[in-house]
């Protein structure tokens, strides 16, 4: 499990997601699985940015202060989130159509070229990784 | 004057469970025109918006586009959508995409045009908008400014005859707004209608060709801009603030220090009428020159050897191309808004200026200078600055 949790960090924290998405469609991923997390993809950043808006004016007015306080704060900031979020998607679907959708994502065909230096330098991480993987496969920490 | 593109007949409408939004307006919009609806918060601006592209449809009355009454069928309603583009008030809600090119290329791509075809729209719109090479971008990353340009360019690639922009300026600073309403002059220029809603005055004052002017509902006043904006008494009951030009140039009348008649449109108009009035057409220092560089073909060194012979003299861009070009050179701009206005105004006081723009503009400074030149008698001089 470490494994693949480790795999899928680094994975994330070194592509752009919108790369991801390219390499996805080349692999054969269905259309409307990748439509779809891309607007996922997209909405997570609109609710990131409403959920610390609410949160801080919370703050501010002292809505954390004690621990009922801060139960109480959660529960309405989770509630007018939600509600926004509704607004939000309601609103992306007028904005769909006021541009003709017919449900399709443009992908741009344009990949960047693959270069020598990067593939050098992750391929030798990736063998030291191995290496010492291999030679610590046997030693148990705890 | 051009034909009329849209037309509003009696149109009403009640929000389900609400009080009536939009109580019985008429109007048209001609071709090549730039209308400002000019209204206080609630006056159900964005409502009538809305109806252009059949996102709402009124409870009655009618609505018109090229004189064929809207049917809101499907293939109606997306062959309406793709000659009216809307761009709302709020970027946030419109960018739909994870990355900048790919919203722009949304509308084009939903349309059907081929691959080729969808790349060149995108290009051309995120050029017009000023945000070549911004098409990696996550729109997350980006200023209000820039998201707003994000959601023109994604309507412009769907090359609209109508644009309908609700509240363009909200949320940005004057600089950028700024840059939006010159946008939406070159837009104008291209033969683009353009449609906005606003409570902004002096936003809209200098830039309209007509304001409507609405309150709760109900169309109050629909003129000229110095028209509409000069009733006080009309004004006030709109719930709107009479622009500080008018209202200058209303005092200055009444102590004879500025020319009755004309209302002026612009701070030139006001600096004539004055010196109309005050200086009798008495004798006038010797005017600056306006100098012109269409930088598509003046090379980065000839503009540095130009502009390290006329040391010191102010510039300005006109366009979104001129104005990345300043940008890029490192050229500190003294005018990027009304710069043709704000050049004759030096040249009144004997000061010289520089014009950076692009193609077809060079013949427009040269066209209003002249015109300028006619109306004033003032010998003001275009030189362009030539490549070599």
Redesign the interface.
């Known amino acids: 499990m470490i494994g693949g949790m480790s795999a899928l960090i680094f994975l994330a924290v070194t592509t752009p997601m919108t790369d991801l998405f390219l390499v996805m469609r080349r692999c054969g991923i269905p259309e409307p699985v990748l439509d779809l997390a891309m607007m996922i993809y997209r909405a997570i950043f609109l609710i990131l940015d409403q959920l610390v808006q609410t949160y801080q004016a919370q703050r501010m007015r002292l809505g954390y202060s004690s621990f009922g306080e801060s139960i109480r704060s959660l529960s309405t900031l989770c509630g007018s989130v939600f509600i926004g979020s509704w607004i939000a998607g309601e609103d992306l679907v007028r904005a769909m159509d006021a541009r003709c959708s017919a449900g399709r994502f443009a992908m741009p065909g344009d990949v960047q070229p693959v270069r020598a230096g990067p593939v050098l330098a992750v391929s030798a991480f990736l063998m030291v990784s191995a290496v010492l993987v291999a030679i610590t496969g046997s030693v148990t920490v705890i | 004057m051009g034909s009329i593109i849209l037309e509003a007949r009696d149109v009403r409408y009640r929000y389900p469970r609400g009080m009536e939004a939009i109580r019985g307006i008429s109007f048209h919009v001609r071709r090549g025109e730039k209308v400002a609806l000019v209204g206080p918060n609630g006056a159900g601006k964005s409502t009538l918006l809305l109806m252009f ?1 059949g ?1 709402i449809r009124p409870d009655s009355g009618m609505l018109l586009f090229d004189n064929e009454p809207l049917a809101y069928d499907r293939d109606s309603l ?1 062959r309406l ?2 000659r009216v583009g ?1 761009v ?1 008030q ?1 970027p ?8 900048v ?2 919203d722009v ?8 045009l081929s ?1 080729e075809q ?2 060149a729209a995108v290009e051309a719109a995120l050029g017009a908008v000023g945000l070549a090479g911004f ?2 971008r ?3 990353q980006l200023s209000s400014g820039e998201k707003k340009r994000v959601a023109m360019a ?2 412009l690639a ?1 090359d609209p005859d109508l644009l309908v922009l609700d509240e363009p300026t909200n949320n940005l600073d004057p600089a950028g707004s700024e840059d939006i309403m010159e946008l939406l002059d070159e837009l104008g220029e291209k033969g683009k209608t353009i449609f906005i809603s606003t409570h902004d005055v002096e936003l809209a004052y200098p830039w309209a060709d007509r304001v409507i002017l609405l309150r709760a509902g109900e169309i109050l006043q629909e003129d000229s801009p110095e028209v509409a904006f000069g009733d006080p008494d009309l004004v006030r009951r709109a719930r709107l603030s009479v622009p500080a030009l008018l209202e200058l140039h209303r005092e200055l009348e009444r102590r004879g220090l500025s020319s009755p008649g004309r209302r002026p449109r612009t701070v030139l108009d006001l600096v004539r009428s004055v010196e109309q009035a005050t200086r009798g057409g008495g004798a006038r220092p010797p005017c600056g020159a306006i100098h012109v560089c269409n930088v598509d073909v003046t090379g980065r060194e000839a503009l540095a050897r130009w502009l390290s012979a006329h040391d010191g003299i102010s510039i300005g861009a006109m366009g979104t191309r001129a104005k990345q070009r300043a940008a890029g050179d490192g050229l500190p701009l003294d005018f990027s808004y009304g710069v043709i206005d704000k050049c004759i105004l030096k040249a009144l006081n004997g000061r010289s200026s520089l014009i950076l723009t692009v193609g077809g503009m060079v013949a427009q400074v040269e066209q209003r200078v002249a015109r300028f030149r006619e109306e004033s008698g003032a010998a003001i001089e275009v030189r362009r600055v030539e490549g070599a």
């Open positions: 592209n996102m997306r959508r793709r809307f709302f709020n946030d809600r419109q960018i739909i995409a994870p990355t090119w790919q290329a949304f509308g084009p791509t939903n349309l059907g691959e969808v790349r098409g990696r996550p729109p997350h994604g309507v769907m």
